[in-house]
């Protein structure tokens, strides 16, 4: 049977909550009760989840329900639950559980529309471009460096034996530089402007700045590109426009916040 991760949480800090009256007891382990309450919950989380919850189902709850009271009893004869390490995980414990159940409100009282997915992938299909691009780069740390490589592809150097000679990006450099087929929306801005300009079998003539140094390009070849359907881009898409969601709610949150870091410095006036 297939527990939820909030619902073990719950039963790992089953006793941690006030007692239970005995009348709201679906067991009682050495004289302490189980809550019925708790129990019907996990019933409830399991079928929530899609699981038939039958008598053999209910026999498991229940035994993993019993187990974990008498697991939990030894810990705290132990003291265990007084140690300073255990309250901290607690707290995170208990700190993570309440975000997570709001963020699943959150996201449930504010469902991303068909409307903003389709805007969405609409603006995915102008980014993505009608055309794919198959080109290698050899990075460098400086602009001379690139400049220097520049000069000596005028003169007739082979583009891979240089990028395997001096490029700094470790995941093409032994490629040659090659980028593989790619996309110009996938790519940083001033990358992929420079790539479009390249005709084909050209390398970039001045070196092109990105946060990851500079780049000397060389286009390959291009082809046309067809976007993929809706359908096979909506889940991902959903997500993301959720995923947005989340981040305006935390940056409006913060916003509004009185936020104190005592880790950092006092500024000084």
């Known amino acids: 049977m297939k527990i939820s991760r909030i619902t073990l949480l719950l039963i790992a800090s089953l006793s941690f909550s006030a007692s239970?009256?005995?009348?709201?007891?679906?067991?009682?382990?050495?004289?302490?009760?189980?809550?019925?309450?708790?129990?019907?919950?996990?019933?409830?989380?399991?079928?929530?989840?899609?699981?038939?919850v039958d008598d053999n189902v209910r026999d498991v709850i229940m035994s993993k329900l019993i187990s974990s009271e008498l697991v939990l009893q030894e810990a705290q004869k132990a003291g265990i639950d007084k140690k300073p390490d255990f309250i901290a995980k607690e707290e995170l414990t208990r700190r993570e559980l309440l975000v997570n159940v709001y963020i699943q409100d959150f996201l449930r009282n504010h469902p991303v529309s068909d409307a903003d997915i389709k805007a969405a992938y609409e603006k995915f299909?102008?980014?993505?471009?009608?055309?794919?691009?198959?080109?290698r780069h050899i990075l460098l740390g400086t602009e001379a460096e690139a400049k220097d490589v520049i000069a000596q592809l005028s003169k007739g150097s082979d583009f891979s034996k240089i990028a395997?000679?001096?490029?700094?990006?470790?995941?093409?450099?032994?490629?040659?530089?090659?980028?593989?087929w790619f996309a110009?929306?996938?790519?940083?801005?001033?990358?992929?402007?420079?790539?479009?300009?390249l005709q084909k079998g050209k390398s970039s003539t001045d070196p092109v700045q990105t946060q990851f140094g500079w780049h000397v390009i060389k286009l390959d070849?291009?082809?046309?590109?067809?976007?993929?359907?809706?359908?096979?881009?909506?889940?991902?898409?959903?997500?993301?426009?959720?995923?947005?969601?989340?981040e305006k709610m935390?940056?409006?949150?913060?916003?509004?916040?009185?936020?104190?870091?005592?880790?950092?410095?006092?500024?000084?006036?």
């Open 184 to 197: 110009l929306g996938g790519m940083v801005k001033p990358f992929s402007e420079a790539v479009a300009k």
């Open 125 to 135: 299909k102008i980014e993505l471009g009608d055309k794919e691009y198959n080109a």
């Open 221 to 246: 070849d291009m082809r046309e590109l067809k976007a993929p359907a809706f359908d096979k881009v909506k889940d991902n898409l959903q997500k993301q426009l959720a995923q947005r969601q989340l």
């Open 20 to 52: 239970a009256i005995a009348g709201d007891a679906v067991a009682t382990v050495n004289g302490k009760p189980i809550k019925q309450s708790l129990f019907d919950f996990i019933v409830k989380d399991a079928t929530d989840h899609g699981q038939k």
């Open 164 to 180: 395997k000679e001096k490029s700094i990006d470790p995941g093409s450099k032994e490629k040659g530089g090659d980028l593989g």
């Open 250 to 269: 935390l940056t409006d949150l913060r916003a509004k916040a009185t936020v104190v870091d005592n880790t950092k410095p006092a500024a000084k006036k």
